[in-house]
């Protein structure tokens, strides 16, 4: 470190970390919502402090230098540390009434949320959360890194350093166009199945791979050639004859009241459920209220959607 300068500030770990992340200075300074200029000098400065350059500025993109890579994790893991620290000092000032933020997949969010948030504000005034939709694989991703302090995500999750509590299973429904051969019989075979084109999301979603194994199980054909990027979307996919599909109970409950150009099913004898859990860090100093969270939670499902999904109990 250069002499007679001052060690690197957490804003500046924190732009260096988000610059990593994003590799554009433009996108991370709209994420940080600082002008770019700013964010360039801050990060001049840091570099002058450490005495290294941590970036590779090109026409095509921010890359990180062979000294920045090495640097990233450990900036990661001082920033989490920080913001730990911030939340326990904030959680004996307060009594656990702050802002969290909270992480759920596209596939459920919209869905779940509006049934949930309502009671939990009811029961908890000063209580905010701050919701957005990612995959689940970067969501456990980010939540490790400190961008999420507690998500929504589908089970299993194996890692040590996340922590994990059950909340309710949900069904997937079989749907089919209103003209198709299956439609108006409220159980289909396993195989009746075979052969069948299903369609499904893009492979980004997690989604896509469970409704792959299902495929493969029951030796029908995952339709790669046409995938929806949103559940809206593949319901529209179905309506217009494109092939059949799993849809998750919660958005078969919420969004589709008169099904008139679709049939929805069970597929007889043997169910198919997605399991959801509330995850945090296990290090996380308001591990406590999440676990009591987790309970008002299920408290809340089994009241509102109890004869949509099953909840799970600990």
């Known amino acids: 470190m250069a002499a007679n300068v001052p060690p690197p500030s957490f804003k500046q770990l924190e732009y260096f970390v988000t610059i990593a992340s994003r590799s554009n200075f433009r996108r991370a300074a709209e994420e940080l919502r600082v002008s770019q200029p700013a964010l360039t000098t801050q990060i001049r400065a840091l570099e002058t402090t ?15 230098t062979p000294e920045g890579r090495e640097l990233l994790e450990q900036a990661r893991h001082l920033i989490l540390g920080m913001r730990e620290f911030t939340e326990h000092a904030e959680l004996i000032s307060q009594g656990h009434q702050s802002t969290y933020k909270l992480g759920v997949p596209p596939t459920l969010g919209p869905y779940l949320l509006p049934n949930v948030l309502p009671t939990l504000h009811a029961r908890h005034h000063r209580l905010k959360l701050y919701v957005r939709e990612a995959p689940p694989r970067l969501l456990i991703q980010s939540l490790a890194e400190g961008t999420y302090d507690i998500a929504i995500v589908p089970l299993p999750v194996n890692r040590d350093d996340i922590a994990v509590e059950p909340l309710f299973t949900e069904p997937l429904k079989f749907v089919v166009p209103a003209d198709h ?52 979307t593949l319901r529209q996919m179905v309506v217009m004859g494109l092939g059949v599909a799993f849809l998750p109970g919660l958005y078969v409950h919420s969004e589709m009241h008169n099904p008139e150009a679709l049939h929805v099913s069970e597929l007889k004898s043997k169910p198919i459920r997605r399991q959801h859990g509330l995850v945090w860090r296990a290090s996380a100093p308001a591990r406590r ?5 987790a309970v008002q939670i299920r408290e809340i499902v089994h009241e509102r959607l109890g004869d949509v999904v099953t909840v799970d109990r600990p």
Request: charged share 25%; net charge negative.
């Open 289 to 293: 209220f999440y676990r009591d969270l």
């Open 50 to 64: 450490l005495g290294i350059q941590l970036f590779e500025r090109s026409r095509s993109g921010t890359l990180l």
């Open 181 to 232: 051969r299956l439609a108006g019989k409220s159980q289909v075979t396993p195989s009746q199945l075979r052969g069948e084109k299903v369609l499904t999301l893009e492979d980004q979603h997690h989604f896509h791979h469970q409704v792959q194994e299902i495929c493969q199980s029951l030796g029908a054909h995952l339709q790669r050639d046409y995938e929806g990027t949103s559940l809206d």
